[in-house]
Each structure stands twice: as structure tokens, then as C-alpha cells.
């Protein structure tokens, strides 16, 4: 074996036939009989003026090599072992930090509610899976290169995380209303369009407050639409006054407000009957919407046997993401109480 630089590279070579037996030193190389080192002026530097490795090993001469890469510089490589090492260490470290992920508010209205309801006394671990599922399998803007039918086998996989937490950590009412909430939170996503530039958007209604007729809209959005600027000098009224708690300034805001109402029904009645049209037609849209289907019969009674199943019985998602998404999965579930 022999190691030569040429300046700054170092290239290995089998030398077969070594004829000459003479030592040659000088300004630029060191040349050894059998198997011998030729090291530039920055492995000299380091090495020591005309340092000179006899009888180099194999081993020791790939290890010599690797040293110098990139125009001679030290480039240290970690051995697998070392990389092994480290690699577990830094899995240690994250698995001792509690992450806990910030409370999604959905924007309908009801459903946000009912998920919030349904999540009352449950654990921030169950919390912090609900909430990520929600963000990284329902309303996931920018899905990268996945196709149309793995972003859906996605959507899949969150139901089936969820129906998982209904099953092992809610129970009666609680359980059936989270699903439910969860359920329509998929349904948003199924009907999630993509932009010119990749991205998805999810188009979700506010709607009326909890226990409200449909028809019981949000006037304050018709507001902004038929009088913006009055609608925002109003607000910005408004917020003044709870701010210096001026109840004078507050309540002759919410007169301004409420006759800023009385016009819009005078005069504008068409958008309040457009909106209570437009919320109809979209509540029907997602009440007919198939959430996927692309797991089936997974075993939900322990972790273990159900991300098994997902494994088993994924066709769609990329291994990478099924791993990365389930060991997150895990890791929020098992993890200690913050």
C-alpha cells in the first residue's frame, strides 16, 4: 500500500513492484522503500518536518487518507461505532426534554368546542398527540412531494391515531365526541385544495355558536364585509376602551356597533341571507364526505400492536414518514407527565 499527495490531495495506490531500495528526502516528498508515505506541505506541517511512517498498515493508511480531504484540510470521519455512540446519546437528550405542543383552536366554531370538551381532564400527553396529529395529518399545508393519494392515506393514518386515544384513554360520551370532532376535522382536510405553488388550504366556516340554529350567523364578518372601514374603526373603539377600561367609551361603542347592524339589515339584507346560503351548502359538503379508508382490522389494545399493524398494512406513505410519524406518535404517548 502507498500514500501519495499530490499538493493537497491524497490518493491511495497498490504499489506490486517496489524495485528500488534507495531513501530519497527532500523539500517536497518523502519516498520510502516498500510501502511508503508522500505527504504535502499541510500534512508536514502536522506531522513534523520529513516525518516519515514506515511499514504503514493497511488500516493505518485508509485512516491517514480519510484525514486529508478537501484541499488537505483535517477532516475527521467518526467511525460507525462512534457514530452509533452518538447517535444514541442525542436519542437519549430528546427523549429527556417534555415538548409540549401549543392548543389548536379549529375554526368552526362547534367543532373546535366539542374537541375542547372532549379533551377536558385528559393528559398533556393525549393532548399533545391529538393536537399534533391534527396539525401534521389533517391540516398540513405543505406536503412536500407526497401524491394526492398518500396525502389521503395520511388523513387515513390520523383517524386511525385518533380512534387509538378514543379507545385506550377516553370513555363513553367522551370518547364518541372526540371522535366525532376528530372525524370532522378530517373530513376539512379531505377536501383541502393545493395552490400553484403545492400548498394546501382548508376552507372551514366559522359557523354559529354552540347550541345556535344554522342560521344564526357571524355578523360581524358581514360586517367587515359591507362597512370595512366603520367596521374597523368600531373595533379599533372598542378595543381601546376595554383596555383603559373606559365602560363610557366601551358602551357607545357597542351602540355604534349595533347600528351599524340595523343598517346592514336594512340595507344590505342580501348578504345575511348569502351567508346563511353559502353555510348550508358547505355544511352539506362535509356532512357527504368519505374520510379514506386506507387501514383496516388494526389491533388497537396495545402501542406496540397497533403501530405493528400500520406497518404491516401501509401501501401508500413512504416508510420514512410512517416511521418518523409513529415514533412521534409513541414518544408523546409514553413519555413521563410534564
Do not use: C
Amino acid at each position: 500500500m502507498r500514500v501519495t499527495s499530490h499538493t493537497n490531495v491524497v490518493t491511495l495506490y497498490q504499489s506490486m513492484n517496489v524495485t528500488s531500495h534507495a531513501k530519497e528526502t527532500n523539500g517536497s516528498s518523502i519516498t520510502e522503500n516498500n510501502d511508503a508515505v508522500t505527504i504535502g506541505q499541510e500534512a508536514r506541517d502536522l506531522f513534523g518536518e520529513q516525518s516519515q511512517l514506515k511499514e504503514v498498515p493497511e488500516e493505518m493508511a485508509q485512516i491517514i487518507a480519510s484525514l486529508f480531504t478537501n484541499g488537505g484540510k483535517l477532516d475527521y470521519v467518526e467511525s460507525e461505532k462512534e457514530l452509533a455512540i452518538r447517535a444514541e446519546k442525542q436519542a437519549e437528550f430528546e427523549a429527556s426534554i417534555h415538548h409540549k405542543v401549543g392548543t389548536l383552536i379549529i375554526p368552526h366554531i362547534q367543532t373546535n368546542s366539542k374537541l375542547q370538551d372532549s379533551l377536558e381532564g385528559a393528559s398533556q400527553q393525549v393532548r399533545d398527540a391529538t393536537f399534533t396529529t391534527i396539525s401534521k395529518n389533517f391540516l398540513l399545508r405543505d406536503v412536500g412531494d407526497m401524491t394526492e393519494e398518500q396525502r389521503q392515506a395520511m388523513i387515513s393514518l390520523g383517524i386511525e391515531k385518533a380512534q387509538y386515544i378514543a379507545d385506550n384513554y377516553l370513555n363513553g360520551q367522551q370518547a364518541r365526541d372526540y371522535m366525532e370532532a376528530m372525524t370532522t376535522i378530517a373530513k376539512f382536510a379531505v377536501n383541502g385544495v393545493k395552490d400553484e405553488n403545492g400548498k394546501y388550504s382548508f376552507a372551514i366556516e366559522k359557523g354559529p355558536l354552540n347550541s345556535a340554529p344554522d342560521d344564526n350567523v357571524n355578523m360581524s364578518e358581514i360586517l367587515k364585509e359591507a362597512y370595512p372601514e366603520e367596521w374597523e374603526g368600531n373595533r379599533a373603539k372598542r378595543q381601546a376602551a376595554l383596555e383603559s377600561k373606559d365602560y363610557d367609551a366601551l358602551i357607545a361603542a357597542f351602540k355604534e356597533y349595533d347600528d351599524l347592524l340595523k343598517n346592514v339589515f336594512k340595507n344590505q339584507q342580501h348578504l345575511v341571507q348569502q351567508k346563511i346560503s353559502n353555510y348550508s351548502e358547505w355544511k352539506k359538503m362535509i356532512e357527504n364526505t368519505t374520510v379514506p379508508n386506507h387501514f383496516s382490522n388494526l389491533d388497537k389494545t396495545s402501542l406496540s400492536n397497533f403501530i405493528e399493524n400500520i406497518k404491516t398494512a401501509n401501501t401508500s406513505l413512504s416508510n420514512a414518514f410512517l416511521e418518523d410519524d409513529l415514533k412521534q406518535f409513541q414518544n408523546f404517548l409514553t413519555r413521563n407527565s410534564i
